[in-house]
Each structure stands twice: as C-alpha cells, then as structure tokens.
C-alpha cells in the first residue's frame, strides 16, 4: 500500500472541516488522518456494507479512520 507523501501533509477533506462543529457524522472516507480537532467526536464509518459508530480518543491520533472499522468477516469452517 503507497504511503502519502509527507510534503503533501495530511489526508483531510473539506466536508470533514465542515462537520468539525457537530459532535456526530458520517464518512465513507476511510483514508481520512485524526487530528486533534476530531478527538471527543463521534464518527460513523463505512465498511462497505455498514457504518460503525466510533468515539475518537488521544490514542487515535495520527491513525487513519480505516485503520479502527474491520471490513473483513471471519468465517468459521466447520470439520
């Protein structure tokens, strides 16, 4: 997976910079940055069938939103 650049700075979308004054919205932006402005927000994230609800703390700082929202299923096989 290519990293971006560090001289283009931080993934952050305009909608996110206009929904920073609610304390709830969605996104189906997974490759979004956390930034300090988030931290206390609550935040529904697609996984491509669903959005999980998901309360932004200090120790999701610098993450990016995909990396907390599972999209794989793990199947059991029964023998």
């Known amino acids: ?3 971006r650049s560090r001289w283009k700075g931080p993934l952050i979308s ?5 929904l920073l004054k609610k304390n709830f919205f969605k996104t189906r932006n997974r490759a979004e940055l ?3 402005a988030l931290l206390g927000k609550i935040v529904k994230i ?3 069938r669903v959005y999980i609800k998901l309360k932004i703390t200090q120790e999701m700082l610098g993450f990016k939103l995909g990396s907390f929202s599972v999209t794989r299923v793990t199947r059991k096989i029964n023998k």
């Open 34 to 36: 956390v930034i300090p």
């Open 14 to 18: 305009y909608p996110i910079y206009t």
């Open 46 to 48: 697609y996984t491509g």
């Open 1 to 3: 997976m290519a990293k």
